[in-house]
């Protein structure tokens, strides 16, 4: 029987977004707080910004009818800091004016003070160097924000800047979608807790903390489920525990067909399952599925993705696959990761018939470095590590070429 061929990256990825829908339920919530959330609905504009016509600079606020030949000596009949109001500018003066205060009536330009000099011994004269054009340094009322009209669209992803926007507006609460609900737990009789006595051919369970991190630079709620161990039953049971109060679960390890690899039967048996075969390196093994609320039928299912227990197997195949599922659950576009035409300072000349996922480092001539033990065991060249280089399959890489870098920094937001 032959085997049926190993799902591309992308296949893998367009099955898996074709699945995901955004979460409905929405809540409003203190706008410092809604930073990482997504907007549920558009926010409008309670205020102009800037409420009126104001000085970008500090300097003269002058009629441009008064100062069209240069040298031009003018009465300074007024001063307006930010804040305070002034009065219409009177033919033949000037008024002092400071950076965000508005300009008089009656004023069409200011004059920075560096274009300006005060006559020798005058207290009220100022001398304007320049012949200013009309408009020149005043910023206009509602150019950044007009009332009632959209300054962030409902979808968005809440950045400090979409906060900034929202506090300018004049808004004090924001209506966001609610956190994607996220458990998790790690697959492995071999595992142990850091701080708890490690048996013989025991290891710590790094996935826990990697995994439980990335979810929550996404914005996810994320539930420790712990360690589950390799047995049937067990990851049943930790599965229906899961799936209650989550839309996704997510497991590591337990994701091959070895009699010690009980993802594939456990979630069968609680829901639906496709286990795929990826050409990716690392992280071959992928399950995908569904596992019902049993306790809740009206509730349906919640999703799961099984990742492989290989620590970088987990984690790029968590940046990979999971991140732009949750992307999409979180109703934000889950588009490719940005990515960079590098220099490759390095030869990969075993080039591997599956698209692989090299963990490189910037270097100080703006090339790229490659970590010397690319085995999926070691985690260390994920930390030495800035990002990835997808390289496709069967091509080797010779010092020189340009290579798609991918930084971790756009795969962990
Ligand atoms: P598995 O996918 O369960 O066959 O595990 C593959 C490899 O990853 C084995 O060497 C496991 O010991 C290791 N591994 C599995 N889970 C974890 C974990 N949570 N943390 C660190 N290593 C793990
Ligand atoms: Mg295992």
């Given amino acids: ?33 809604t930073l990482g959330r997504v907007l549920a609905e558009n926010v409008d504009s309670l205020v102009d910004v800037p409420p009126l016509d104001n000085t970008s600079m500090d ?41 965000g205060a508005p300009v008089p009536p009656g004023a069409d330009a200011v004059v920075m003070q560096e274009d300006c000099a005060i006559p020798d011994g005058s207290t009220d004269q100022v001398q304007v160097n320049i012949a200013p054009a009309s408009g020149q340094w005043i910023r206009r009322r509602g150019e950044d924000l007009t009332t009632g009209k959209t300054c962030l669209a409902a979808g968005t992803f809440l950045r400090p800047q979409e906060l900034g926007v929202a506090a300018s507006a004049g ?40 995994l439980l991190a990335c979810l929550k630079s996404l914005g996810c709620d ?3 489920l712990g360690i589950v161990p390799d047995r049937l039953d067990a990851t049943r049971e930790a599965l229906r525990k899961a799936s209650k109060d989550h839309d996704l679960i997510i497991t590591s390890g337990g994701v091959s067909v070895g009699e010690e690899d009980h993802i594939k039967p456990a979630v069968t048996a609680e829901g639906r399952l496709d286990l795929w075969q990826i050409a990716i390196k690392p992280g071959k093994p992928l399950a995908f599925g569904a596992v019902r609320k049993s306790d809740e039928p009206k509730d349906g299912e919640a999703w799961f993705i099984g990742l492989p227990g290989n620590p970088v197997s987990s984690f790029v195949t968590f940046l990979l696959f999971v991140r732009p599922f949750i992307l999409k659950l979180q109703g934000r576009e889950a588009k490719s990761p940005q990515s960079y035409l590098m220099r490759a300072d390095f030869d990969w000349l075993k080039a591997d018939r599956r698209n692989e996922f090299l963990r ?14 690319q085995s999926s065991g070691v985690l260390t060249s994920a930390s030495w590590g800035d990002g990835l280089v997808d390289c496709p399959p069967n091509q080797p890489i010779k010092a020189g070429d340009l290579v798609k870098y991918i930084p971790f920094d756009a795969l962990l937001k």
Avoid: W
């Fill in 59 to 99: 300097g003269y606020a002058v009629r441009t009818a008064d100062t069209q030949v240069t040298g031009r000596v003018l009465r300074i009949a007024q001063r307006i800091p930010a804040g305070s109001i002034g009065t219409t500018l009177e033919p033949g003066t000037a008024a002092r004016i400071f950076t």
């Fill in 360 to 373: 490189v480092k910037l270097n100080n001539n703006d090339g790229l470095d490659l970590f010397p033990n």
């Fill in 222 to 224: 994320a539930t420790d």
């Fill in 1 to 33: 029987m032959t085997k049926p061929p190993m799902l591309t990256a992308q296949q893998a990825l367009d099955h898996l977004l074709s699945h995901a829908k955004p979460v409905v339920e929405c809540e409003k919530i203190a706008m410092q707080a």
């Fill in 171 to 210: 808004l004090t609460h924001l209506n966001v979608k609610r956190r994607v609900r996220v458990a998790a737990f790690f697959t492995g009789d071999e595992l142990a807790l850091p701080g708890e006595p490690l048996k013989p051919g025991g290891i710590y369970n790094s996935n826990r903390d990697t």
